[in-house]
């Protein structure tokens, strides 16, 4: 558990950062009068400090040289409210910008949030969890403080330059031209550092993803990391990917360190020329002392918005980056309300609309009951490569209305993926599915999802209470307490009363704080608690001793009665709650028929239930020959292992006669 799963995103921006951070405008447009406003203030305060230069100006020429304290007083007293304005035009700007921006980045998650919840499964299949969570997190951090200092303050310091330049050519058109001289090479240096900058902040932004996903992979499976002493192995691909994160940083340090101290020499340099320029004139009697001090001053006050120009520009191209990584995850087309992939995240509107649930409702009133159908399901993964086969390759079956499938093959052979269409956690390629006789394609999501319920093969609890967990199953009416403790009650969850706080007990995150057994038997609690008219259930007692099994088995067939329900199964103990099976052989159904006749007539079933060592393939003639007794079981010979089957029957069958006792 080392690798960790990359980001699919290209690597490199393949547009301009003005194209990027313009895509943030339909965030922007509920904020952009206080900006737009902040970003008025911010060049007022500093057309204010301009201001300064113009007044030490006229105490030089005035008081200063006519030996008048009350003048100088007057101009400190000046200069003191000129900066006392300042301060506060920038607070007022700061406050401006401060709760709007934290709510644009609010709503930018809040999407980000939604979008993922409504994207197909083989997103998040592709996806690693860290690059979303870095996406969500981190990233929408970078472009909330873009918009309340970059943005403004590149807007704020081109003002300021400009306004600035103007004063300095006013007070000595020779003096202005030496400042500007640096100009054109600042120019070349910023458009080569902004394209390298570029590249190492979305290397940076990707290696920080890849982290994040190690991290959560290290946290949520310390428990395998502790119990096979892998914690040095995990320690060395940390220190590995810290590594080149680090590295990477280091370049992006370089590079801002390397156009800081281009901005920063040359303009001193041009300072230091325009001085002794200024001098020389002063000394000719062709410039006053308060005008090469306004000069100076005002040059001086240029310093930072010329030297913060490498520091916007890197914020900017972060920025930029991040807004990429946003929206390559926005821009993934998500399902309408049938299912079928076609809108973005950037495009507003519900999931399922009303008149569609209506109109497409297969199983309204009227229409006969007809269970579940699948006519020629076909089903390929789609990174699979393009020459292989499909995983599903045409399945047909028809589960009747109140009936119990069970679902029996080998490992691999596609039970949990075809488990997986129904609920259309991924879309058939080939083929329909029907329940009572309308497409699962046509019904809208919400109505697919009440009409149906599923417990995986691997329950996944939320960090929440045992009540919430369970409620999660129920429709939109919601679950009362009598429904969740109903169906407590067929998981045979009597464990809940024993937990400090009962329903109301936080289970931990993955629900880890509970056994593995509990854990599947609260899912199983899910699944049921809505009364859905279909049922799938994916091996659900794999996790539960011989005497749990049979007492839920008991309160499972109170369920099933009701329900039209198909079964995964791996143990005949689970078979015994179908009414009928089916196996699922190399992506389509070969057999299908009650437990003893699948047992007389198909070597594959007998071969699956009883863990013998026949081959598949065996002479099925012998299978044939060999009568099921009252249980259902061949009398296989004793070398396969009859007296242990044998044992193993008895002892479920004993334990389901208690539990009907009881």
């Known amino acids: 558990m080392s690798a960790t799963t990359t980001d699919p995103a290209p690597a490199v921006r393949s547009r301009s950062a003005i194209r990027s951070l313009l895509r943030l405008w339909p965030y922007v447009r509920a904020v952009r009068v206080r900006l737009g406003v902040s970003a008025v203030v911010g060049a007022g305060a500093s057309c204010v400090a301009l201001l300064i230069p113009l007044v030490l100006k006229w105490m030089v020429d005035g008081p200063v040289s006519d030996h008048d304290p009350a003048g100088v007083w007057l101009g400190g007293g000046l200069i003191l409210l000129l900066g006392l304005l300042e301060a506060l035009l920038f ?286 399901v076909r089903f390929r993964y789609p990174d699979a490569p393009d020459a292989g086969p499909d995983l599903l390759k045409g399945v047909d079956l028809h589960i009747g209305p109140g009936e119990t499938m069970a679902l029996v093959g080998a490992t691999g052979s596609g039970k949990t993926t075809l488990t997986a269409l129904l609920p259309r956690l991924h879309q058939a390629t080939g083929g329909r599915i029907t329940l009572d006789g309308a497409d699962i394609a046509d019904l809208p999501v919400k109505r697919l999802r009440e009409l149906l319920a599923v417990a995986f093969e691997e329950p996944t609890l939320f960090s929440a209470t045992v009540r919430e967990n369970v409620a999660m199953g129920a429709g939109p009416e919601g679950a009362d307490e009598a429904d969740i403790v109903r169906a407590l009650a067929v998981a045979q969850c009597g464990f809940v009363e024993r937990l400090p706080q009962g329903l109301d007990t936080q289970v931990g995150e993955q629900g880890l704080s509970l056994s593995g057994g509990q854990r599947q038997r609260l899912a199983l609690a899910r699944a049921v608690v809505g009364r859905p008219q279909f049922l799938v259930l994916d091996d659900p007692l794999s996790a539960l001793d011989v005497h749990t099994e049979a007492l839920v088995e008991a309160a499972l067939r109170e369920v099933l009665a009701d329900t039209t329900a198909l079964v995964v199964a791996h143990r005949p103990s689970t078979v015994m709650l179908a009414d009928r099976v089916a196996l699922l052989e190399d992506g389509r159904i070969t057999a299908v028929g009650t437990h003893a006749e699948l047992l007389r007539d198909s070597a594959v079933y007998r071969h699956l239930m009883s863990g013998a060592d026949e081959e598949p393939g065996a002479d099925e003639e012998s299978g044939a020959d060999e009568e099921p007794d009252a249980e259902g079981h061949p009398d296989l010979p004793e070398q396969h292992g009859a007296e242990e089957r044998t044992g193993e029957a008895d002892e479920v069958s004993a334990a389901r006669e208690r539990s009907d006792a009881r």
Not at 94 to 110: D, F, I, Q, S
Not at 273 to 293: F, I
Request: charged share 20%.
């Open 91 to 376: 607070g007022i700007r700061r406050w401006l910008v401060a709760r709007p921006l934290a709510g644009v980045e609010a709503a930018m998650r809040a999407d980000l949030y939604r979008h993922l919840q409504r994207l197909p499964v083989e997103f998040h299949d592709r996806w690693a969890s860290g690059q979303l969570l870095s996406r969500a997190t981190m990233d929408l951090q970078i472009l909330r403080m873009f918009l309340a200092f970059p943005l403004v303050f590149l807007v704020v310091n081109t003002v300021t330059v400009l306004i600035g330049f103007a004063i300095l050519f006013a007070q000595s058109w020779l003096l202005g031209l030496v400042l500007l001289a640096p100009a054109v090479p600042l120019m070349i240096m910023c458009s080569v550092f902004e394209t390298r900058y570029a590249l190492a902040a979305r290397r940076a932004q990707d290696q920080a993803g890849d982290l994040a996903t190690l991290v959560e992979e290290s946290v949520l499976g310390i428990r395998i990391i502790k119990a096979f002493g892998r914690h040095r192995s995990q320690a060395r691909a940390f220190r590995a990917q810290t590594r080149g994160l680090w590295r990477t940083e280091m370049r992006k340090a370089r590079l801002l360190s390397d156009i800081w101290a281009v901005i920063m020499t040359l303009p001193e340099v041009a300072i230091g020329a325009a001085l002794v320029c200024g001098v020389l004139q002063v000394a000719d009697g062709k410039l006053s002392a308060g005008t090469l001090v306004a000069f100076l001053s005002t040059a001086l006050a240029l310093r930072w918005p010329v030297e913060s120009i490498g520091f916007l520009l890197a914020m900017s191209n972060e920025a930029a980056t991040a807004a990429d990584r946003y929206f390559e995850a926005m821009d993934t087309p998500e399902p309408d309300s049938s299912g079928r992939t076609g809108r973005t995240g950037s495009t507003s509107g519900s999931e399922d609309d009303g008149s569609a649930a209506r109109a497409t409702d297969g199983t309204g009133a009227g229409r006969p009951s007809d269970g579940l159908r699948m006519h020629a």
